[in-house]
């Protein structure tokens, strides 16, 4: 397994990181100024004048789209005229990287929570492009993916119910059901994130299509909503740990009988579950990339504080409780990361379906080594930790949240014990056999 770099792939990596240096990291404080004072006429959910003006410069720095990988999306690596318009795609409208290239762009990225943002590589748009560009057809890509990749509109995925345990996915309740030429789409979903930013435009929406379908695996479908479509109504914004994400954050929607032409389903009825397995891979290691860099910055956070700071006559960083803490921090990060491009590195030469117990174990490790990290270095700033006058607070509300989004650790967990025991399973069933 070789994790090495190419020229290109370090050169982009000096690239992000300078600018987040020259113009992001400067702009922490402009961020806080702005919100809070669209909070107060009224405006809080109105796109941020400065993401707008750092989206052109990342643009015209070559650094756009850097997650659209030049890889086959079938799986594996590219080949055949479809991976090469693939490839061609990625080469016209991003970096065209590996998972191994993109994983430290998105960690430097990921210091800051809305950085991605700035460089057209942020959640639930990055998906739902992937979502798009593999599943949907010429006119939807025409209609939504271009818009979406010129970061000219934003996207919402909905999926999670608040009436049934979402974890198990075949529970979803909301119907989406043919009539003539349109579909009919009812239920209410929530944390639907992007939902509140008046930028988003269209919904990708998994719902039951055949709610008797012997396979409980092929009774779901997802389609293509506009948010506009008459029907669709955003009921409120949800807060987490008291952060509501505005201008972006995640809300609860109901669908009330909401049309959509037919042609808007994705691959057909029933195919929603290769869908989101499709959608939710790449999504998944993303996050515990961007994972990588909060723990990282946490971490940096800490030390300096406890450098900085005078306690019993002494600094604090001094004390040998918090080296305990630091080297265990340092451990954590480094086994998080190479568990990452474990996980990125047989995505690209297998395929993200060989790598399900890779992506399935990052998707455990990251969230929570992000939060007991995050959570050492407020516990380092005292009562400043837990103001709004340093980043952490919304940092560790942010990683906390991850423990739940696209699958809960137990989800995970499950689906490792059981891959686990199978190895031995198969080995028990040849022992009996060849014992009979």
């Known amino acids: 397994m070789d994790f090495a770099h190419t020229p290109r792939a370090l050169e982009l990596q000096e690239r992000v990181r300078a600018f987040m240096q020259t113009h992001v990291f400067p702009a922490e404080h402009r961020f806080e ?43 594996g690596q590219a080949g055949g005229a479809h991976s090469e318009f693939h490839a061609q795609f990625s080469a016209e409208h991003g970096a065209g990287l590996t998972n191994v290239e993109y994983a430290p762009l998105a960690e430097i990225m990921g210091q800051i929570p809305w950085a991605p943002e700035i460089f057209n590589c942020s959640a639930p748009d990055t998906g739902n492009m992937e979502t798009l560009r593999r599943y949907a057809a ?8 271009k818009p979406l990749l010129a970061g000219e509109i934003r996207s919402a995925f909905a999926m999670t119910e608040p009436a049934v345990a979402s974890s198990d996915a075949t529970n979803i309740e909301t119907r989406i059901e043919r009539d003539g030429d349109e579909y009919v789409i009812t239920g209410r979903k929530w944390w639907i994130s992007g939902a509140g930013d008046p930028r988003c435009k269209i919904m990708i929406v998994m719902g039951k299509s055949d709610p008797n379908n012997p396979s409980r695996h092929a009774q779901q479908s997802m389609i293509l909503v506009p948010v506009d479509t008459e029907g669709v109504k955003i009921l409120r914004p949800l807060s ?59 971490l940096e956070l800490m030390c300096k ?46 395929g993200n379906k060989s790598a399900q117990a890779e992506i ?31 980043p952490l607070a919304g940092m560790w509300a942010g990683a906390r949240t991850l423990r739940f989004a ?30 009979s």
């Open 33 to 75: 100024e702005e919100l809070a004072e669209q909070t107060t006429r009224g405006k809080r959910w109105s796109p941020l004048p400065v993401i707008e003006e750092l989206k052109p410069k990342a643009r015209a720095a070559g650094l756009w789209n850097l997650w659209l990988p030049a890889t086959d999306p079938s799986g």
């Open 360 to 390: 399935a174990m990052i998707k455990v490790v990251a969230p929570n080594v992000a939060c007991d990290i995050i959570d050492q270095a407020i516990q380092a700033h005292g009562g400043g930790g837990v103001s709004d006058d340093f």
């Open 406 to 435: 696209d699958g809960p650790d137990e989800v995970h967990r499950a689906a490792l014990a059981k891959l686990e025991l199978g190895k031995y399973a198969a080995q028990a069933s040849t022992r009996a056999v060849q014992g």
């Open 138 to 145: 010429p006119e939807h890509r025409d209609r939504w993916l």
């Open 305 to 350: 504080r406890l450098m900085s700071r005078v306690a019993f006559g002494k600094p604090v960083s001094t004390q040998s409780v918090w080296h305990e803490r630091i080297a265990d921090a340092r451990c954590r990060i480094e086994m998080a990361r190479l568990l990452t491009m474990k996980a990125a590195y047989i995505m690209d030469k297998a």
């Open 240 to 298: 987490v740990y008291g952060y509501d994400d505005a201008p972006h954050g995640h809300c609860e929607v109901v669908f009330d009988h909401a049309r959509v032409p037919a042609s808007n389903i994705l691959l057909g009825e029933g195919r929603g579950f290769e869908i989101a397995q499709g959608r939710l891979g790449p999504g998944r290691i993303h996050h515990c990339m961007r994972l990588l860099g909060l723990a990282e910055r946490a």
